[in-house]
């Protein structure tokens, strides 16, 4: 059974930083491409950053690119997303999911507010 869980959310302050975590359990997270999406109170769903497939390199939404990093640790089946300079515009639940797979995790939220 396919299982993504997201951690490491949390209350920041703007200009802060945050990594949340995806943690899976029943496949190798490695042999998948995973996305990160979030969304606001009162907002649609928005897709945030997407890591390829076995690959270090990540595609980003504009209005995350180089505040945002999303990488891999394949011994941990791990996918992170690095986040700085974080906004108000920024709270949210985040989720990661596994499109091929129908797969999501529970979200995870960020509160940026001072």
């Known amino acids: 059974q396919v299982r993504l869980s997201e951690s490491g959310g949390g209350l920041v302050q703007p200009g802060g930083s945050l990594r949340l975590s995806c943690a899976a359990s029943?496949?190798?997270?490695?042999?998948?491409?995973v996305d990160w999406y979030r969304r606001a109170p009162g907002k649609d769903l928005e897709l945030v950053a997407t890591?390829?497939?076995?690959?270090?390199?990540?595609n980003y939404a504009v209005f995350v690119k180089g505040r945002f990093t999303v990488t891999r640790d394949n011994a941990k089946n791990t996918v992170y997303l690095q986040m700085t300079s974080l906004e108000p515009e920024d709270t949210a639940v985040y989720y990661c999911?596994?499109?091929?797979?129908?797969?999501w995790g529970q979200g995870t939220l960020v509160t940026v507010s001072s």
């Open positions: 999911a596994i499109g091929s797979l129908s797969a």
């Open positions: 029943g496949i190798t997270i490695s042999d998948y491409m």
């Open positions: 890591i390829i497939k076995s690959g270090a390199s990540g």
